[in-house]
């Protein structure tokens, strides 16, 4: 069974086009998180949400727009997609309690490529 | 801010040989530091954290860890490498002063040859 899943796996799209990632957590975890992970392998964090609200907004463009329907899901929105917007993304969960001691649980990543 | 270093890019060691990848951090309140690994078009799987007591963790697969406060260091070490460990490895640190982010280093990748 998927902890953490992601779709899609693989994007390819223009410049210009608006896309989505979906992102599931079966783990009954409070807190998700976006992370953006670039071709030096760099990871950032863009996002987090607790319970559906807010509570990690790196300085990412307005273009990226979370929303997190309820606490299991936490999909990510990008519209006008740019050349420097290819990377892959990572979702991740983790439980709320006692946070500070608490690892995250990533997806498998979605792999976005803008020609 | 909190921050995460790992000063190596690669790490190279022969199959049976002990292993090391350095990880240091900065952090204004306690530090609760982890160790993720991440194969090719993989997500990252967790393998220990330390949060606090004995200075040593043992982890998944073999692995374990070390912290140093005098050092601000965490290292991460195997006794015995094989080439299946043969992965990018991150360090990552969350300050107990900051506790939603957790901040990853920039990543060593571990070459274990047969």
């Known amino acids: 069974d998927t902890a953490v899943s992601q779709t899609p796996k693989y994007l390819v799209t223009q410049m210009g086009n608006d896309k989505s990632i979906k992102c599931e957590q079966n783990?009954?975890?409070?807190?998700m998180y976006w992370y953006k992970q670039d071709s030096k392998k760099f990871l950032k964090i863009m996002f987090s949400y607790n319970n559906k609200e807010l509570i990690i907004n790196e300085t990412v463009p307005n273009r990226f727009s979370p929303k997190s329907p309820d606490k299991a899901h936490l999909n990510l929105h990008i519209n006008s997609l740019e050349l420097g917007d290819s990377a892959v993304y990572f979702c991740?969960?983790?439980?709320?309690?006692?946070?500070?001691?608490?690892?995250?649980?990533f997806g498998e990543g979605s792999r976005l490529t803008v020609l | 801010a909190q921050s995460v270093a790992q000063p190596e890019d690669q790490v190279n060691v022969a199959e049976g040989n002990p292993l090391t990848v350095k990880c240091t951090y900065s952090v204004s309140g306690n530090p609760y530091l982890f160790w993720y690994v991440q194969y090719p078009n993989r997500g990252l799987q967790f393998l220990l954290k330390y949060i606090t007591g004995d200075n040593l963790v043992k982890g998944s697969y073999g692995f374990e860890a070390e912290f140093n406060k005098s050092q601000t260091s965490f290292h991460l070490k195997k006794p015995s490498a094989l080439v299946s460990d043969s992965a990018l490895y991150f360090c990552a640190v969350r300050d107990g002063r900051n506790t939603d982010k957790l901040i990853f280093g920039t990543g060593t990748r571990l070459q274990v040859f047969p």
């Open positions: 991740a969960s983790s439980p709320r309690g006692a946070q500070v001691r608490r690892e995250l649980f």
């Open positions: 783990l009954g975890h409070d807190t």
